[in-house]
């Protein structure tokens, strides 16, 4: 097993500093810097994403489908930049593409605020989303540089929380300047382009210390991996969470359906703003819970909260129980999100990282991307359907995910002990 990062005895450029090197040996100067960068860059797009769908319809006039459509062809854009940014993160330094990544999303947002028509828009949240695909498998390899298999459900943990909390301050802001400006939704555009731009900036105190790789050519690690050297079990894991994605559609339909329901510009913006706040304040417990259960436990009851808020949202005629139902949706994210990336890292060896990030990452955002089509044009008007497929869809893929996990437990777990302390 890889040592932990020593505690620098100054506290100082790497090193967590001695106390916090003794209460989590997991936090490193990249953690902390990269849960800085993603709380500003959420504070950004989360300022804007609940306004998203009312601006494209109510104020560029699109249709409800366009919504699904430009949500879904983000996504996709994302997903192919992931898979190949994952493949550099193994082969080159990592900061720059990092720095890029959060770049391009900041030039995203300028454009959505230059925007009089939808296709602009559309191309706007491409090179957004471009940007977070270049970035994320990066970035996810760089904070588990040299932290243990054991402790990564709390790195991912804490890396979502601090992201989630920008989308809790993001949409918080919006709802007040909204309100400062008149109701206004243009300026707030140009307003979400500062903490975007002081993400970038912020990169700079990134630390990218690559370790010593075996020459190209070695099976398993270092830069000559490829897809085909990747362990049987992350690929059987994959399929299982890309199937998910394909119910897994945009939450900008949901905020859609928050609206059709009767909740106002102001409502919507705080419904959302609730829904992050309960992601944000589970995705740490649920990351330091994966690493003492079985993280596909903790996965599936990532799902039957997905499937409470699908199903809810489906069956509700009244608009406040929205903000009940967004609160529990909150725990479908912090049980799945860095959870799933903290799952997939430890059936990967060290080399291949971001390789293999980068696909579970693309994989999963291509499956997106269907599902953003598929619900869009099967919307027709309330969203029930699709919201009533995908809640069961993934309520069953849930049960099967417990079902599996119950079975002879004691020699499983121990098994993949052996195996994941291997890998880090």
């Not at 020593?6 to 490193?28: C, F, I, K, Q, Y």
């Not at 109701?183 to 990218?208: G, N, Q, T, Y």
Request: aromatic letters at 8%.
């Amino acid at each position: 097993m890889s040592a932990s990062p020593a505690p620098d005895p100054a506290g100082g450029r790497d090193g967590p500093g001695p106390v916090a090197a003794v209460r989590r040996p997991w936090l490193t100067r990249n953690v902390a810097v990269l849960c800085g960068v993603s709380f500003l860059q959420d504070t950004a797009s989360e300022l804007l994403y609940p306004i998203l769908p009312i601006f494209l319809t109510a104020v560029l006039g699109a249709p409800v489908a366009v919504v699904g459509i430009v949500e879904g062809a983000a996504d996709g854009a994302a997903a192919l930049a992931k898979v190949a940014a994952g493949r550099l993160a193994d082969r080159t330094e990592r900061r720059p593409l990092i720095a890029a990544g959060y770049g391009l999303a900041a030039v995203g947002k300028v454009l959505i605020a230059l925007a009089y028509v939808w296709p602009l828009v559309l191309a706007a949240r491409v090179i957004d989303r471009t940007g977070k695909g270049v970035r994320s498998a990066p970035r996810d390899s760089l904070l588990v540089d040299g932290v243990a298999a054991r402790y990564r459900g709390a790195v991912f943990g804490l890396h979502r929380a601090a992201d989630t909390a920008g989308a809790v301050a993001g949409p918080l802001l919006g709802l007040a300047l909204y309100e400062a400006l008149g109701h206004r939704l243009r300026p707030l555009f140009w307003i979400a382009v500062i903490p975007a731009i002081a993400s970038v900036l912020l990169v700079r105190a990134v630390r990218d210390r690559r370790p010593i790789l075996p020459a190209a050519g070695a099976r398993g690690v270092g830069p000559g991996v490829s897809w085909r050297d990747l362990p049987g079990r992350y690929w059987r894991v994959l399929t299982v969470l890309t199937l998910f994605g394909l119910v897994n559609f945009p939450d900008a339909l949901l905020l859609l359906r928050a609206r059709q329901l009767g909740l106002s510009t102001a409502g919507v913006i705080a419904a959302y703003a609730v829904y992050n706040a309960a992601y944000a304040a589970l995705a740490y417990p649920a990351g330091h819970l994966s690493d003492r259960l079985p993280r596909p436990v903790v996965y599936a009851a990532g799902l039957l909260f997905f499937a409470a808020g699908y199903l809810g949202l489906a069956v509700i005629h009244q608009a406040w129980l929205v903000f009940a139902v967004l609160a529990v949706y909150g725990g479908f994210n912090a049980c799945t999100d860095g959870v799933g990336k903290a799952w997939i890292s430890t059936l990967l060896p060290a080399g291949a990282q971001g390789t293999g990030q980068g696909l579970y990452q693309g994989a999963t955002g291509a499956a997106t991307l269907i599902a953003g089509v598929w619900a869009g044009l099967a919307w027709h008007g309330t969203g029930q359907l699709p919201l009533l497929v995908s809640g069961a869809i993934a309520a069953l893929i849930a049960a099967g995910m417990l079902l599996r996990a119950a079975r002879p437990a004691t020699s499983r777990i121990s098994v993949e002990t052996r195996q994941t302390d291997a890998s880090s």
